[in-house]
């Protein structure tokens, strides 16, 4: 793929990733997007540096440093190869910033995924109490993490699969799809502890998947950790491969 077009490709699905998990509050300023969440998860409280911009450098910085700590938030950075300007990630290690939960962001077609063979699953086009008690308890989740989780997820505009997948009647099992511009994005997928490597998180995401599929998603992406090994195999026989990587600046406090 020729540098332009993997700099339209990581622009599309960062644009994707961020109508997927809004923030609470979001600011446009010269290229940039401030997003803010009262904390949680640092890429709804990030900068994401998409497009090209005009003011100096320096100013811009400073700028973010200023809304961030304004907000009682340290000011964080989300990277990628094609963060504007390119001397973005330099600069900022230049001012202390340091480096943090490196992601993959993958993709696979389609096209031939595989038929999901466990199908006991429960599917929510909104975000309910229900699929949100059992995705918190799952995850484990604070009170406080709800509360501003159930803001995000109210917020999405594009259509959305919140699914939980049961075992003997209990849910074992929870994600979230969104479906936007032909591609559904995978988040929040997460296994009970006590059920893990038994197949039922494989068993989720191929539920999803088909969903995606039915309602005209051509393709998924989603995001990984780089070192979450168990994670990345899964999706890696799920035919998911990596279309560029991400990673945080976050400034020394």
């Not at 599917?123 to 989740?141: G, M, P």
């Amino acid at each position: 793929m020729r540098e332009a077009e993997m700099m339209s490709v990581i622009a599309e699905l960062e644009e994707l990733s961020m109508n997927a998990w809004p923030a609470l509050e979001s600011l446009a300023d010269d290229g940039w997007v401030l997003r803010f969440a009262e904390g949680y998860t640092k890429r709804a409280n990030s900068v994401y540096p998409l497009y090209p911009s005009e003011r100096e450098l320096e100013e811009k910085i400073l700028a973010c440093e200023t809304f961030y700590t304004k907000k009682g938030l340290p000011t964080i950075f989300k990277l990628t190869p094609a963060a504007q300007p390119a001397e973005l990630d330099r600069v900022l290690e230049e001012k202390g910033y340091l480096t943090s939960g490196h992601t993959s962001v993958q993709t696979v077609s389609l096209d031939s995924i595989n038929a999901p063979t466990v199908h006991p699953v429960r599917v929510y086009r909104e975000c309910t109490d229900e699929w949100l008690d059992d995705f918190c308890r799952l995850s484990a989740k604070s009170e406080n993490e709800k509360r501003t989780m159930s803001e995000t997820l109210r917020k999405i505009s594009p259509p959305a699969c919140y699914m939980t997948l049961f075992h003997e009647d209990a849910a074992v099992a929870c994600g979230l799809g969104v479906l936007d511009r032909g591609y559904l994005g995978l988040y929040d997928i997460v296994t009970d502890s006590r059920f893990r490597r038994q197949g039922f998180g494989e068993q989720l995401v191929l539920n999803l998947l088909h969903w995606g599929a039915k309602n005209g998603a051509k393709a998924s992406y989603l995001q990984v950790i780089a070192d979450n090994l168990s994670a990345r195999r899964l999706y890696e026989k799920l035919g998911y491969r990596e279309a560029y990587p991400y990673w945080y600046r976050i400034k020394e406090t």
